[in-house]
């Protein structure tokens, strides 16, 4: 299964195909005990000074994530559909993705990929070693969603001045019934929530209610950042 790692993905929904919004595909993987080393010095050899690889590659440790067995995930930023693409031919069968796949696949196993076109982001830009939430969602109403999230992140004492929020739009693979994930950044889940639970966010989150449903959540926190590209270049 990991040899579909950075190849291109066909099952990408064709009306977004000349989208030149960002794109992120994430891999879920249960890694073996003792191994998150070995998978983190993979990842950094192979992406994290390859002059093929225009993206970001985001490492991460899974920590809450229900009966789910994942472990750790790896999500792969491009600026756009196009660049994706051609990172995916420049990188496929050369040999340091064959010995990148040979150690992952030695020390772990994949569980599911699924790709996601970004939708709109607000707040500071997430750095290595954040922390994120993501919640996964089926939204009724995407543009009223957004433009919920919009008035929000205009509001005194908003959680978007702690904390990004970004919101991606499923395009293949993925749980069935989740159309999006918002995924939350910030430096402490903490403080993230002191925002979350604050009385001025609860009135928003009657509003959200009315055009989405939350579907799970789940916690990770950033083990490495590698590649060129800059998350501020996508907002």
Known sequence: MFKKFLM????????????????????????????????????KDYLGNNSKFEGLAIFNQTMINGANPQTHNLAIIYKDQASWESSS???????AQNAFLRTMMANGKLLHETAYMHVKGWG?????????????????????????LDE????????????????????????PGVTHIAVIATPKRSEFMTRYTSPQFSQYLRKFANVRSVLGASYSDNLSFNGSLALSSLR
């Open 8 to 43: 291109a993905l066909a099952l990408v929904m064709a009306p977004h195909t000349a989208s030149a919004q960002a794109v992120w595909v994430d891999y879920g993987l249960m890694m073996n005990a003792g191994s998150q080393a070995t998978a983190e010095t993979a990842v």
């Open 89 to 95: 031919a420049a990188l496929s069968g050369s040999s």
């Open 124 to 148: 500071k830009v997430a750095e290595e070693g954040t922390q994120y939430i993501a919640f996964a969602m089926q939204v009724k109403n995407p543009s009223r969603y957004i433009q919920f």
């Open 152 to 175: 929000y992140s205009r509001e005194p004492g908003n959680a978007t001045e702690i904390a990004s929020i970004d919101v991606f739009q499923v395009l293949a693979g993925g749980v």
